[in-house]
């Protein structure tokens, strides 16, 4: 079965710093990978996503992550963090194979110091 | 507007009740989930949907009942069965179940706590 692991349950980052979030997943095939959002007591939003075309995605909000296949990772990036940025984000992966059943990271709680 | 509503946003539950989340789409999406989260677990799949009237079991359906007599409507309902029922729950819906890139959109999510 596919899993995805999310390093770091919680990152700090100062305000103007990089942003990186890992996500490594485990595979045999190719899969697709998606970046979500949370802000507190709200649903997901989805920040970017990875469907086998370019290997760098952008997404909203500045957000970028690049598939690695050699490495199963796809590590979330930002140049210059916002306090706004703070929330919590999760890594997903599917897989043609499963149909649109997707399986989550447990997730990485961002802060952002001023 | 187009979008997923879920009521109530709290919900609070004597213990051997069984209580009903809602979850309404008006985007036409055929397929529409539920999931469950923890704090640290990320998301776990409760049911999902990918027609009216047709639905299948997730990770994590023990307790748990659905039914889906309406394309735009996905009901949960958490009986008593279901052991440890607090948690956040999101609905979200997608244009198809067939295709892995289809994007899940989410609802804001129901907190039901067992008091």
């Known amino acids: 079965a596919q899993s995805v692991t999310q390093l770091g349950s919680h990152v700090s980052v100062s305000e103007g710093a990089l942003v990186l979030l890992r996500c490594n997943y485990s595979s045999s095939v190719p899969p697709y990978l998606f970046w979500y959002v949370q802000y507190p007591n709200q649903g997901l939003q989805l920040l970017l996503k990875y469907t086998s075309a370019a290997t760098l995605v952008k997404g909203i909000n500045g957000f970028e992550a690049e598939f690695k296949k050699s490495e199963t990772s796809f590590h979330l990036t930002k140049p210059s963090a916002h306090m706004s940025d703070a929330a919590e984000y999760f890594c997903a992966v599917g897989y043609n194979n499963a149909g649109n059943m997707l399986t989550f990271g447990g997730g990485t709680r961002l802060m952002v110091k001023p | 507007d187009g979008g997923i509503t879920q009521s109530p946003k709290y919900l609070f539950r004597k213990e051997g009740q069984n209580v009903t989340l809602s979850c309404e789409q008006n985007?036409?999406?055929?397929?529409m989930y539920w999931y469950r989260q923890d704090p640290g677990q990320g998301l776990r799949l409760i049911y999902y949907s990918q027609i009216v009237n047709d639905f299948q079991k997730g990770d994590i359906a023990e307790g748990y009942s659905v039914s889906r007599e309406k394309k735009e409507s996905f009901p949960l309902t958490v009986t008593s069965a279901q052991k440890n029922p607090t948690a956040f729950y999101l609905c979200?819906?997608?244009?198809?179940?067939?295709?892995?890139?289809?994007?899940?959109?989410f609802g804001p999510g129901t907190r039901l706590t067992v008091l």
């Open positions: 985007l036409n999406h055929d397929a």
């Open positions: 979200a819906s997608s244009i198809g179940l067939a295709l892995s890139y289809n994007e899940q959109f």
